[in-house]
């Protein structure tokens, strides 16, 4: 058959057209049953060894873009054998190309490095709170080359590795309940220091904290207040609903007392003419 003056094997044309449609097709199969392996083998293995369930997240996720990664690979090859394209120069010439850039790829380089050794030191997992590269929220995935942290606004941060120079994990251990209330100068302290005594024995009883929460007295002298401090140790995660559920109490507990928290007054003069 020829088309403008070419001549084309149109038996050849269909051949090759259906071994990519079936290549397509075995990929769009296999490619979410793979995953679905990966993630009963992790969770089976998880449970066996009793991993904890962020750690098996992170592993999990990290082994499906690693999967999927490999998947492309395969496909591409797959797809130059379809068409008879020999690939092993293909390679030979990748690599060449692949060290006149390799200068230029140190960034690549540096993100992989440093996504290595943040899952081997378990420095990150997923669902942990953390702050890095200038962002601070949930990790929500964990790779070779970058990190995902969701901002508590619902912003999805997509962090180079390289830029996580330093890491704040607040996923580790106990966290601190912190609540500064302010009373009026012209209060009794020692009366709000006792208020405070009966509202932290109420909140003792709460299984959230660890240890506490107690008053340890004035914390500072503001410009038109004395700033109170309560503390406690909570459960990780815990401390802020712990926070709000401690300032509401207070307030009521100051309101009934009749004890004054400042809040700034505006006062009108009228000049009589």
């Known amino acids: 058959m020829e088309i403008y003056g070419m001549h084309v ?12 449609g079936l290549l397509i097709l075995a990929f769009i199969i296999f490619i979410p049953i793979g995953k679905k392996i990966i993630e009963r083998t992790i969770n089976k293995a998880g449970s066996n060894q009793k991993i904890s369930e962020s750690r098996v997240k992170t592993l999990e996720k990290l082994l499906v873009n690693l999967f999927s990664y490999v998947m492309i690979f395969v496909f591409i090859v797959m797809l130059f054998a379809i ?6 120069p293909l390679l030979a010439g990748a690599g060449v190309v692949g060290l006149a850039i390799g200068f230029g790829a140190q960034g690549l380089v540096s993100d992989v490095v440093t996504g290595f050794f943040l899952l081997l030191e378990r420095q990150v997992e997923v669902d942990d709170y953390i702050t890095a590269g200038g962002y601070d929220g949930i990790v929500e995935e964990l790779g070779l080359r970058t990190t995902k942290i969701r901002s508590f606004n619902g912003t999805l941060n997509f962090i180079p590795n390289r830029e996580i120079i330093g890491v704040a994990n607040h996923s580790r251990g106990n966290m601190r309940a912190l609540v500064d209330i ?17 509202v932290c024995a109420e909140f003792q009883q709460d299984e959230r904290f660890k240890d506490g929460p107690n008053p340890i007295g004035v914390q500072s002298l503001g410009s038109s207040d004395v700033v109170l401090r309560v503390v406690g140790q909570t459960e990780n995660g815990e401390q802020f609903g712990c926070q709000r559920d401690m300032l509401k109490r207070i307030k009521e507990a100051f309101d009934e007392a009749n004890i004054e928290i400042p809040f700034p007054h505006q006062v009108n003069i009228q000049k009589e003419k």
Request: proline share 3%; no cysteine; hydrophobic share 45%.
């Open 9 to 20: 094997d149109l038996s050849n044309m269909i051949n090759i057209g259906l071994k990519i």
């Open 83 to 88: 068409f008879t394209i020999p690939i092993g």
């Open 182 to 198: 302010g009373i009026s100068y012209d209060e009794n302290i020692d009366e709000a220091i006792s208020l405070l005594e009966k």
